[in-house]
């Protein structure tokens, strides 16, 4: 196993938390052209972005659950921060900082 994968395992052992104005969102649509429709939990549908970064290793779906950082100078969009896992997204439900009825409202 090479030092690259054991970091990323290593990183993924630990759960990411939001941080000051960033927003856990569920995803609703595949726009396309590495745009995503997400429903957060402050109540706002926003278009976000997928960065380079995750393009290509990350594979986003509709019904994940997202971290996003919405734009200072434009609100109603944003951009991916993080993926949750479906272990993290239990943990993030056990811990009550998402609710049942957002993942429920899903794709639409």
Known sequence: MGKKRRAMEERAK???????????CIVTEI?????LRVRCMDGAVRVCRIPGKFRRRVWISEGDLVLILPWDFQPSKGEVVHKYSRDEVKKLLSMGLVTQELLELGPE
């Not at 630990?14 to 856990?24: C, D, Q, Y």
């Not at 726009?31 to 745009?35: N, P, Q, R, S, T």
């Open 31 to 35: 726009i396309g052209a590495d745009h």
């Open 14 to 24: 630990e759960l990411r938390l939001p941080m000051e104005g960033e927003v856990i």
